[in-house]
């Protein structure tokens, strides 16, 4: 499955557990690491870690491997590692304290809507 995929399953799952603003990032012209960065916001911890739950299970069920995942004790911020694809789900506060969207501004942004 190509990185593209995976990033747009992983924003369709979060924005199936109402995450607000969505934002996938092309980062593959500028880093080695990974394709895409998918960054989404949260209202609480609880919903944070639901809403990773939900891009886990999703990528699950179409047989994608994680590589790693960071911060989900905490709930402010997990970090779901799947190679090509990086999925940063914060709460609002500690999204603004970071700012990713910031930081890989030179790289094509593109809002998420669910479409259907």
């Known amino acids: 499955m190509e990185s593209k995929d995976i ?3 992983a924003a369709a799952a ?5 995450a607000s603003d969505i934002v996938i990032i092309d980062i593959s012209k500028i880093l080695i690491i990974a394709d895409y960065f998918v960054i989404c916001s949260g209202q609480t911890n609880r919903q944070v870690q639901t809403i990773a739950e939900s891009v886990v299970d999703k990528l699950r069920e179409q047989k994608v ?3 790693g995942i960071e911060g989900d ?6 970090l779901l590692d799947y190679g090509g694809v ?4 914060f709460t609002q506060d500690q999204r603004e304290f970071y700012s ?3 930081l890989w501004s030179d790289a094509p942004h593109h809002k998420w809507e669910e479409t259907g």
């Open 7 to 9: 990033a747009e399953i």
């Open 14 to 18: 979060a924005s199936d557990k109402q």
């Open 65 to 67: 491997r994680k590589v």
């Open 73 to 78: 004790r905490l709930g402010n911020w997990v």
């Open 86 to 89: 990086v999925i940063h789900v």
């Open 100 to 102: 990713l969207e910031r």
